[in-house]
């Protein structure tokens, strides 16, 4: 069985001292909370105010990012040993947003799973078509070649750190979500194609996150479908009621 996994995406949101409180609140939203796996993924600057808030909490830390390189001439990139002495356990790998605005590719985004794999840190690697895409009827060819190219040459062990995140782009912070059905069955294709690169057992190990537009209302439809094993959550992970609500549907 996969246990689900809630993880919040905050994006360029929350100072410091804003995440602190957050953190504060989420962490008394959730008391007593077990069996779903919480994440959050603060700014950088936000990452040490973070971890400390975290001490003693079983919600893990996690980056938006992260380089493939180990130091260097690479201004404004991160590194994993960066990522890791901050307390980091999880980045984000290849979102949309990153995509579309920051040049992000298929083959910067498998240079970077590789490195975070390779140095201990779980990635959560978004995939995702837009609405063009989709109304194309294309969104199977763009899901397979974004899944194949971003797992490409990961050794079997790899896989146990590995979660995808299936965010269609039409969806991500417009306020319309896939429906239940339509994400479904974009995570039984991922799923297949997992078989097809890792075989069954790996396959039937990886979790896949949806992601756009997730919250306390269609979370619980959403996160009952068999093979939706969590969810990666923008606008709503900035509230902590919200944000609770959502790991708590995943129960
Ligand atoms: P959203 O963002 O929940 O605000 O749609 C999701 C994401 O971008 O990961």
Redesign the pocket.
């Known amino acids: 069985m996969r246990s689900k996994i809630i993880a919040g995406?905050w994006k360029m949101n929350k100072t410091a001292a804003e995440t602190a409180r957050l953190i504060g609140e989420i962490r008394s939203a959730l008391e007593g909370v077990s069996g779903v796996e919480r994440v959050v993924c603060p700014p950088y600057t936000s990452l040490a105010a973070a971890a400390e808030a975290l001490k003693g909490s079983s919600i893990v830390l996690g980056a938006q990012n992260v380089h493939w390189e180990a130091t260097g001439a690479f201004t404004g990139e991160i590194s994993v040993d960066m990522l890791r002495e901050a307390g980091v356990r999880f980045v984000l790998v290849g979102?949309s947003e990153r995509r579309r605005y920051f040049g992000e590719t298929d083959e910067t985004v498998n240079r970077r799973v590789r490195a975070a794999l390779t140095g201990k840190l779980h990635a959560i690697v978004c995939v995702g078509e837009t609405l063009k895409e989709r109304e194309a009827d294309t969104t199977r060819d763009v899901i397979e070649r974004q899944v194949r190219a971003a797992v490409d040459g990961l050794a079997a062990p790899d896989w146990e750190r590995m979660v995808l995140a299936y965010?269609p782009v039409w969806?991500?912070?417009t306020g319309r979500t896939a429906t239940a059905a339509q994400a479904q069955d974009v995570h039984a294709f991922i799923r297949s194609l997992l078989k097809d690169v890792a075989g069954v057992e790996i396959a039937e190990r990886v979790r896949i996150q949806y992601?756009?537009?997730?919250k306390p209302e269609n979370a619980a439809e959403l996160l009952a479908q068999p093979d939706i094993d969590g969810g990666?959550?923008?606008?709503?992970a900035l509230q902590a009621d919200s944000f609770a609500a959502i790991a708590k549907a995943g129960l």
């Open positions: 995406n979102h965010e969806a991500i912070g992601g756009g537009s997730m990666l959550i923008g606008g709503a």
